[in-house]
């Protein structure tokens, strides 16, 4: 079931092939060399735009991390990235290491709160839900191996290095992992327009997983039919619908904040 792997500066296209395996900026890639789970390839420096303690520990942590460190030119790290933001410093990275989900999901109790996306192909998208999934505590994260965005440099600048400190597993069936999660004990809630309740009338307080579905079409149907409880964010105002990253926040948020209220009151 679980655990299958599967052009000029500035700002052009996000998507570019030559961006996708260049890390860039100092936050990011030091993030990254600091958190140790993702090694780069190779690092490229321009020394004069860095400053010597910012040089010396990117210096230890790639020799630590056994990993190449070149010198190099602002003009070279412009064209190796397709920008001209990398502040001196540039990380060429392999695949992202997912989690192996069947492991994962054994270390899961009736007190985890864990994720699951259906199909978020927006990497930035992606990326923000997981900045919020780490700052409220979620567990681990589980995506399909199939039309969803991976793990990409993109997803770590706008995770804001989240990537390096939470459990992403990528799963054949999220639908299975559902029924897995559900033997761990776990409450399984999906995130839908059409549901009546909200999330503050729900408890969180124990075990949860929360379905946040794909930007446009929502959580698919088999998902939602396998959920416990389906819940909706109130709206007010006249545009349809929540960005997903937006949803997904405001669910972590929730059950974050019901935790912290529990856990006071004990």
Not at 16 to 31: I, M, T
Not at 135 to 144: C, L
Not at 166 to 191: D, F, H, M, T, W
Not at 194 to 213: L, M, N, Q, W, Y
Request: glycine letters at 6%; one cysteine or more; proline letters at 5%.
């Amino acid at each position: 079931m679980v655990g299958r792997r599967r052009k000029k500066r500035s700002n052009t296209p996000v998507l570019g092939n030559h961006q996708r395996c260049w890390l860039w900026g100092r936050h990011a890639v030091l993030e990254t060399l600091r958190a140790r789970r993702w090694k780069p390839l190779e690092i490229f420096v321009d020394p004069f735009q860095l400053d010597f303690a910012t040089r010396g520990e990117v210096t230890t942590l790639a020799e630590s991390l056994k990993v190449p460190l070149r010198d190099s030119d602002s003009e070279t790290l412009d064209r190796y990235c397709g920008r001209n933001e990398h502040q001196g410093l540039l990380a060429r990275m392999p695949d992202y290491p997912y989690a192996d989900a069947a492991p994962l999901l054994k270390q899961l109790t009736d007190r985890s709160f864990v994720l699951l996306l259906d199909r978020i192909q927006d990497p930035f998208n992606f990326g923000a839900i997981l900045r919020s999934a780490e700052i409220f505590g979620v567990n681990a994260v589980f995506v399909p191996n199939r039309e969803q965005a991976r793990v990409s440099v993109h997803v770590a600048r706008s995770s804001s290095g989240a990537i390096n400190h939470i459990a992403i597993a990528e799963v054949e069936s999220l639908s299975e992992a559902v029924q897995a999660l559900k033997e761990r004990g776990l409450k399984i809630v999906g995130a839908s327009e059409k549901a009546e309740r909200e999330p503050a009338c729900s408890d969180f307080t124990h075990g949860v997983a929360v379905i946040i579905g794909n930007e446009g079409a929502g959580p698919n149907e088999e998902l939602l039919s396998l959920c416990d409880e389906q819940l909706r964010i109130p709206q007010s105002g006249q545009v349809g619908s929540l960005n997903a990253a937006v949803a997904a926040g405001i669910f972590c948020y929730e059950v974050a904040r019901q935790r912290s209220a529990s856990t006071s009151a004990q």
